[in-house]
Nanobody, 125 residues
Framework: VQLQASGGGLVQAGGSLRLSCTASADSFRSYVMSWFRQAPGKEREFVSA????????FYADAVRGRFSISRDNAKNTVFLQMNSLKPEDTAVYYCAADRQIINSAIRRPEHWDYWGQGTLVTVSS
């Protein structure tokens, strides 16, 4: 599975961005999809995920209420709508995919099988 993330950029605090991640998978609808981020000098951290079966979303506490994840199975694409951005949201954002990840492992990057190349989000104060 190849993943292509896009939509990053420079935005002022309080602004919005929409990230997209398009997958090459033939059976995209069967994949759990997620977003992680990694700021300079920090470990990669979970941002959000969306289940394959019922599109149930998961969010990190730091983004809940500001970010929204969705998927369009017809376009093999997952989206991350980011509102009310803060300088601490600055990071490279990565999308990931997995067919059989369990709920308890969703927030752990080592459990995801496929990764995109990342897109840089910079939020200025």
């Amino acid at each position: 599975v190849q993943l292509q993330a896009s939509g990053g950029g420079l935005v002022q605090a309080g602004g919005s961005l929409r990230l997209s991640c398009t997958a090459s998978a033939d059976s995209f609808r069967s994949y759990v999809m997620s977003w992680f981020r990694q700021a300079p000098g920090k470990e990669r951290e979970f941002v959000s995920a969306i289940k394959s079966s019922d599109s149930r979303p998961f969010y990190a506490d730091a983004v809940r209420g500001r970010f929204s994840i969705s998927r369009d199975n017809a376009k093999n694409t997952v989206f991350l709508q980011m509102n009310s951005l803060k300088p601490e949201d600055t990071a490279v954002y990565y999308c990931a995919a997995d067919r059989q990840i369990i709920n308890s492992a969703i927030r752990r990057p080592e459990h995801w099988d496929y990764w995109g190349q990342g897109t840089l989000v910079t939020v200025s104060s």
